[in-house]
T-cell receptor
Framework: EPEVTQTPSHQVTQMGQEVILRCVPI?????FYWYRQILGQKVEFLVS????????KSEIFDDQFSVERPDGSNFTLKIRSTKLEDSAMYFC?????????????FGPGTRLTVT | SQQGEEDPQALSIQEGENATMNCSYK?????LQWYRQNSGRGLVHLIL?????REKHSGRLRVTLDTSKKSSSLLITASRAADTASYFC????????????FGAGTTVTVRA
């Protein structure tokens, strides 16, 4: 069964460093998303991406964040200068909205720890 | 204000019993989706119910949706130890470009 994959599973970085989180969405999906979950809190929407551009972004997704689909398979989230409060689990998701259902399938997540 | 709120926050049941959890939301939706998350792991999609549907089944899962009350319930029948997880409802709001708004979740513990 096709699935969303994410790398790395765990990333430790120092405050102020840039990180790139990588995702490979399900191959025939057209909508891509990033969400995050701070430990013990609920999952929060960051950004949606369709047709090579951002469809919607939340207040969390400020100028420090960017997304890119560098080729036909990868979808990346970059945090330019990490802060302690960026420590969270980051989930990538994808959906095939053409079915009319928008079932979003999530990857296993990347745990980002900023020290 | 939060779109999805589950209750109870935590539920502990014996293996074989049924588990019911509820989700309430505030604004009109396209659909409501339930997800499971095992501790520290990813989100597994369980079931999607559209706003014009009232009930949906998938294996041991039964989901209801009452749009007049803006609420949904997830029933897990004949629970197993492997059902121990956190369960989240997520709503896709009308005209909201497909993003999902998640509730805080219900943590279910199934005792063997």
């Amino acid at each position: 069964e096709p699935e969303v994959t994410q790398t790395p599973s765990h990333q430790v970085t120092q405050m102020g460093q840039e990180v790139i989180l990588r995702c490979v969405p399900i191959s025939n999906h057209l909508y891509f998303y990033w969400y995050r979950q701070i430990l013990g809190q609920k999952v929060e929407f960051l950004v949606s991406f369709y047709n090579n551009e951002i469809s919607e972004k939340s207040e969390i997704f400020d100028d420090q964040f960017s997304v890119e689909r560098p080729d036909g398979s990868n979808f990346t989230l970059k945090i330019r200068s990490t802060k302690l409060e960026d420590s969270a689990m980051y989930f990538c998701a994808s959906s095939d909205v053409g079915t009319g259902l928008n079932e979003q399938y999530f990857g296993p997540g990347t745990r980002l720890t900023v020290t | 204000s939060q779109q999805g709120e589950e209750d109870p926050q935590a539920l502990s049941i014996q293996e074989g019993e049924n588990a019911t959890m509820n989700c309430s939301y505030k604004t009109s939706i396209n659909n409501l989706q339930w997800y499971r998350q095992n501790s520290g792991r990813g989100l597994v999609h369980l079931i999607l119910i559209r706003s014009n549907e009232r009930e949906k089944h998938s294996g041991r899962l039964r989901v209801t949706l009452d749009t007049s009350k803006k609420s949904s319930s997830l029933l897990i029948t004949a629970s197993r130890a492997a059902d121990t997880a956190s369960y989240f409802c997520a709503t896709e709001i009308l005209a909201n470009d497909y993003k999902l708004s998640f509730g805080a979740g219900t943590t279910v513990t199934v005792r063997a």
